[in-house]
Nanobody, 125 residues
Framework: VQLQASGGGLVQAGGSLRLSCAAS????????MGWFRQAPGKEREFVAT????????YYADPVKGRFTISRDNARNVVSLEMNNLEPEDTAVYYC???????????????????WGQGTLVTVSS
């Protein structure tokens, strides 16, 4: 299984970007697919995740109201629409997927078994 992330780039504060993550290889029934980010010198942190069946979404407080996560079950793609970006959103963004993970674990990167390569998002002030 491979996760391929795309859509990062440079944007001014207040701008928007859309990240996508496509899963390929063997077909699994994901429990959650989501996004984490890691800024220089900081630990990887949870951004958002979506329950594959049902589509329930969960967000980190700093991105609530600005970011929207969605998924396309048929294409095995998860997307992250990021609006009103702030310089503090600058980071490498990683998509991740899990199988059989329970809800209480969604904020823990160690509970996601599959990771894509990072895509850099830079927000200038």
């Amino acid at each position: 299984v491979q996760l391929q992330a795309s859509g990062g780039g440079l944007v001014q504060a207040g701008g928007s970007l859309r990240l996508s993550c496509a899963a390929s290889g063997r077909t699994f029934s994901w429990s959650f697919m989501g996004w984490f980010r890691q800024a220089p010198g900081k630990e990887r942190e949870f951004v958002a995740t979506i329950k594959w069946r049902g589509g329930h979404t969960y967000y980190a407080d700093p991105v609530k109201g600005r970011f929207t996560i969605s998924r396309d079950n048929a294409r095995n793609v998860v997307s992250l629409e990021m609006n009103n970006l702030e310089p503090e959103d600058t980071a490498v963004y990683y998509c991740a997927a899990s199988i059989g993970m329970i809800l209480s674990s969604i904020y823990d990167p160690g509970k996601y078994g599959y990771w894509g390569q990072g895509t850099l998002v830079t927000v200038s002030s």
